[in-house]
Antibody
Framework: QLQLQESGPGLVKPSETLSLTCTVSGGSISSSNYYWAWIRQPPGKGLEWIGSIYYSGSAYYSPSLKSRVTISVDTSKNQFSLKLSSVTAADTAVYYC?????????????WGQGTLVTVSS | QSALTQPRSVSGSPGQSVTISCTGTSSDVGGYNFVSWYQQHPGKVPKLMIYDVSKRPSGVPDRFSGSKSANTASLTISGLQAEDEADYYCCSYAGNYRVFGTGTQVTVL
């Protein structure tokens, strides 16, 4: 069974860079035609798609966050990572990593448990 | 890009049917048959209920169904049950990225 687990600091200072890693177990990040995604949810608000990456390193980002986001992949560690620069309080959210249920289908059937990141001095 | 538009809340009595709409544009909902729906209970991880507009993952009750017409997708819950009370989000492929809906709170009266 595929499992995803987010990790990283729970507190980040304003103007600094938020860095999170998603560790994949139960399957290889490079074995199939999947994009691995980051999604976030501010407290009490809705879901927001941040971006996704293919094992080859090809990445796509939300137009609204593109200038601040970098997603990378480390196939040797079966991990992919998120960096969000110049954070403000508005970036406080639960951050999820996710993957589509199956190849060529569009629906995130696998999610990490989520990690709360608070932006505060 | 703007979030897809969903009603803030819908409600129904047990056994009734409710439908949640998800309105986008020809660049997202209307342009692709790649709409998904998620159920989220308070403090929990979102759960995939519908993918590719109308397909149900294994284990999702057939009370949940999805459809699409032009730029609007819909999720229908038939035979509403108490455990269906939750927040629901739609999500659409929009050409190399995805966009979520604003979310709908479903209340079982």
């Amino acid at each position: 069974q595929l499992q995803l687990q987010e990790s990283g600091p729970g507190l980040v200072k304003p103007s600094e860079t938020l860095s999170l890693t998603c560790t994949v177990s139960g399957g290889s990040i490079s074995s199939s035609n999947y994009y691995w995604a980051w999604i976030r949810q501010p407290p009490g608000k809705g879901l927001e798609w941040i971006g996704s990456i293919y094992y080859s390193g090809s990445a796509y980002y939300s137009p609204s966050l593109k200038s601040r986001v970098t997603i990378s992949v480390d196939t040797s560690k079966n991990q992919f990572s998120l960096k969000l620069s110049s954070v403000t309080a508005a970036d406080t959210a639960v951050y999820y990593c996710a993957r589509d249920l199956s190849e060529y289908n569009y629906g995130y059937g696998y999610w990490g448990q989520g990690t709360l990141v608070t932006v505060s001095s | 890009q703007s979030a897809l538009t969903q009603p803030r809340s819908v409600s129904g009595s047990p056994g009734q049917s409710v439908t949640i709409s998800c309105t986008g544009t020809s660049s997202d909902v209307g342009g692709y048959n790649f709409v998904s729906w998620y159920q989220q209970h308070p403090g929990k991880v979102p759960k995939l209920m519908i993918y590719d507009v109308s397909k149900r993952p294994s284990g999702v009750p057939d009370r949940f169904s999805g459809s699409k017409s032009a730029n609007t997708a819909s999720l229908t819950i038939s035979g509403l049950q108490a455990e269906d009370e939750a927040d629901y989000y739609c999500c659409s492929y929009a050409g190399n990225y995805r966009v979520f809906g604003t979310g709908t709170q479903v209340t079982v009266l």
